[in-house]
Nanobody
Framework: QVQLVESGGGLVHAGESLRLSCAASGSVFSGNDMGWYRQLPGKRRELVALITSAGRTNYVDSVTVRFTISRDNAENTVYLHLQMNSLKHEDTAVYYC?????????WGQGTQVTVSS
């Protein structure tokens, strides 16, 4: 069984930091790319950061330099993190983790990040 559980969101002021975590349960995740997505109010879900199984990273322009994605592969679980620094009001969204190559994994509940300006 595969499962994605996000945590770490909250309410912060602009300029502050948050660290999001995701527990991806299932051995299938260790060999797959994984990403953090976000859904802004009234917008479609977008990929903001991706990390390959080999550890290479890629970011959408709006978060480059400010966000850092990382992963820890444990037995049957991948722990995915997103360190978010210098947060801006426009980063307010629900954040989700996902492995694009594992479509059978249902979206988790996400974690709400709210940045007050």
């Amino acid at each position: 069984q595969v499962q994605l559980v996000e945590s770490g969101g909250g309410l912060v002021h602009a300029g502050e930091s948050l660290r999001l975590s995701c527990a991806a349960s299932g051995s299938v995740f260790s060999g797959n790319d994984m990403g953090w997505y976000r859904q802004l109010p009234g917008k479609r879900r977008e990929l903001v950061a991706l990390i390959t199984s080999a550890g290479r990273t890629n970011y959408v322009d709006s978060v480059t330099v400010r966000f850092t994605i990382s992963r820890d592969n444990a037995e049957n679980t991948v722990y995915l993190h997103l360190q978010m620094n210098s947060l801006k009001h426009e980063d307010t969204a629900v954040y989700y983790c996902r492995a694009p190559g594992v479509p059978e994994a249902q979206w988790g509940q996400g974690t709400q990040v709210t940045v007050s300006s």
